[in-house]
């Protein structure tokens, strides 16, 4: 019975985030910087540290799902003002590749996560 019940217990406790440091480039390679991003069951939450093309920092939060490879991303409270939806989807165990779309413009997306 003892056993069930921690079974039981492991089964319905709630996921534990993990952190990673995801490496992204934004539009031809110009935009580029890190997300640092936890991973908790589908949620992703985070933040991100960007250059633009111009070399000004950027920052914003992260928050987000993963299912089934695909990934939708929201930037949030970005100090540019700029708020963009990243759609992704899974091209190996370590990368993901997809469109950014902030305001009316769509841009090509990457994230290489290093660990």
């Given at each position: 019975m003892k056993r069930l019940?921690?079974?039981?217990?492991?089964?319905?406790?709630?996921?534990?985030a993990s952190a990673e440091t995801w490496m992204v480039v934004e539009g031809a390679g110009?935009?580029?910087g890190s997300w640092t991003?936890?991973?908790?069951?589908?949620?992703?939450?985070g933040a991100a540290t960007m250059k633009n093309e111009n070399g000004m920092a950027i920052?914003?939060?992260?928050a987000g799902n993963v299912q089934n490879d695909?990934?939708?991303?929201?930037r949030i409270q970005p100090t540019d003002g700029v708020?963009?939806?990243?759609?992704?989807?899974?091209?190996?165990?370590?990368t993901i590749n997809g469109t950014a779309k902030c305001g009316r413009d769509s841009v090509?997306?990457?994230a290489?996560?290093?660990?």
């Open positions: 019940a921690f079974a039981l217990g492991l089964a319905l406790a709630p996921a534990v110009k935009v580029k991003v936890a991973v908790a069951g589908q949620s992703i939450n920052a914003y939060k992260i695909g990934y939708v991303i929201q708020a963009c939806t990243y759609v992704g989807k899974a091209a190996g165990p370590k090509q997306w990457s290489t996560k290093v660990n």
